[in-house]
């Protein structure tokens, strides 16, 4: 299976990728389908839990974002966690099946007041035996090698769409910004999580657009995630005209083929896709998700609807903890009676 792996490269063209998009449906999913085989298991997710850390008030106007302090959805302003309180969750998403814990924070960046608290979360989930995940938005290279050195394995920042659409959904930051952060974050020796939104009334070139910067970068992204916008009440783009599913299973299976070992994610917009839907991005590619009640603050499946999911397809979590399934299962089941909180969420 590993004899004649896809090359990685980094010069895909805009016609190369228009081409992928234009092959019929069935000749796509199967191509997608021979290049994920030959790179991962095909009936292994991997599984994160998304934390928010600080939630709201943020001072970029990202327009689908209800964390924007720029517009009014309801959402409540919340101070940064204390460390306790955000072992505590990680805890719990290792129960629950979570080889993975992120945690996102509202801000345009991190300040350096909020670092020494930043870093004992990475330390303290890193000494639970998950692999850590943050997103702070933009970094400088000294805050890169500060996190890096605490032992953060991934840090997330999406591109969102592609460099000419970008100007239509964020003004107070440049899509420079965002690739100079990514620099800074693959210059530290942390590994990259970065995708891009669909939904937002980009053209199917902007999709195109997108995938090439991600592909095209020096080093590809580990993880991918793509995301259906959610469209949140009270932002500028909870009107927007929804994306079709076919299209964007078709983004999916193109971003398999294009960037072959990294983790492409099944992320926000889950709530709101049938479980055909759900097995469809899985054979066309996607091999992550986000795991729980919430993503950050917007709806995800419940756990077990998830674990009810993944059983009905043959699939298993990537990395389980070591214990029997049915031990494991049961632990994940003892442990949804323990998730009351509504303001959190468990993303795997």
């Known amino acids: ?83 306790d309180a955000v072992l505590e969750k990680a805890k719990q998403a290792k129960e629950s099946g979570s080889t993975r814990f992120c945690m996102g924070a509202a801000w ?29 938005g933009m970094l400088d290279e000294g805050k890169a090698e500060q996190l890096a050195d605490a032992g953060l394995d991934y840090y997330n920042h999406n591109l969102d769409t592609s460099p000419e659409f970008y100007g239509n959904i964020i003004t107070t930051r440049t899509y420079q910004d965002r690739l100079d952060t990514l620099h800074h974050v693959r210059e530290s020796g942390m590994k990259i999580c970065s995708g891009g939104i669909l939904g937002m009334g980009e053209t199917a070139t902007d999709r195109i657009g997108l995938l090439r910067q991600l592909a095209n970068l020096p080093k590809q992204p580990e993880s991918v995630p793509i995301n259906m916008l959610v469209k949140v009440k009270g932002t500028p783009l909870e009107d927007a005209e929804t994306l079709d599913n076919l299209e964007f299973i078709r983004t999916i299976a193109v971003a398999r083929i294009m960037m072959p070992e990294s983790h492409v994610r099944l ?48 699939i298993n979590p990537e990395q389980r903890i070591s214990e029997a399934d049915e031990t494991q299962e049961q632990l994940i089941i003892n442990n949804l009676q323990k998730q009351q909180d509504q303001s959190f969420f468990y993303e795997a």
């Open 1 to 83: 299976m590993q004899q004649h792996q896809t090359e990685i490269r980094h010069d895909w063209s805009e016609q190369e990728v228009r081409e992928l998009f234009e092959l019929p449906f069935n000749d796509l999913l199967f191509k997608a389908q021979l290049v994920h085989r030959q790179h991962f298991n095909p009936n292994e997710v991997q599984v994160s839990t998304l934390l928010s850390i600080k939630t709201g008030a943020c001072p970029e106007d990202c327009k689908y974002c209800p964390q924007s302090g720029h517009y009014n959805t309801g959402l409540e302003k919340e101070r940064l966690m204390q460390v």
């Open 267 to 314: 992320s926000a917009g889950r709530e709101n896709m049938s479980d055909e839907m759900q097995a469809m991005t899985f054979m066309a590619g996607a091999n992550s998700i986000f795991y729980g009640e919430c993503l950050l603050t917007t709806p995800n499946p419940e756990t077990h609807s998830d674990l009810q999911l993944f059983k009905r397809l043959g």
């Open 108 to 136: 345009k960046h991190p300040a350096d007041k909020d670092m020494p608290y930043v870093i004992e979360m990475v330390k303290g989930v890193k000494a639970l035996g998950l692999e850590t995940c943050m997103t702070l």
